[in-house]
């Protein structure tokens, strides 16, 4: 399944897992968020919700990856990481501009599911 993300302003293309917490993902799209900074390579926002978890541990994790952390936060990653349990969601299709436009502070971002 596919989605797009807007990211301030830039567009980008993520393909969702399909799985149990892909697909719980999907049902809540689209969704506006603001996405708040957290260590200079990841953004994150905490839903309303739970979403169906399946977590392993994570040594690296890449820029572009699409988490859940817990049961209801949702992390984009825009740089490298690793170390955490998480849940995969989904990935962009790339990664170019992504830094740019995840900017320095908190992101606003939307998530919807791409028109077919």
């Not at 309303?48 to 978890?53: A, C, K, M, R």
């Amino acid at each position: 399944m596919e989605i797009n993300l807007t990211i301030n302003g830039q567009h980008f293309l993520a393909d969702i897992e399909d799985t149990e917490t892909g697909r719980a993902f999907a049902r809540l799209l689209p969704l506006k968020a603001t996405l708040t900074e957290l260590n200079g390579n990841e953004k994150y926002v905490n839903l309303n919700t739970s979403l169906p978890t399946n977590a392993h541990y994570y040594d690296a994790i890449a820029s572009g990856d699409l988490m859940l952390f817990g049961s209801s936060c949702i992390v984009l990653f825009y740089g490298s990481a690793g170390g955490y349990s998480y849940t995969p969601i989904g990935r962009l299709r790339t990664t170019e501009g992504l830094t740019a436009a995840a900017g320095r502070g908190n992101a606003e971002v939307t998530f919807e599911l791409k028109a077919k």
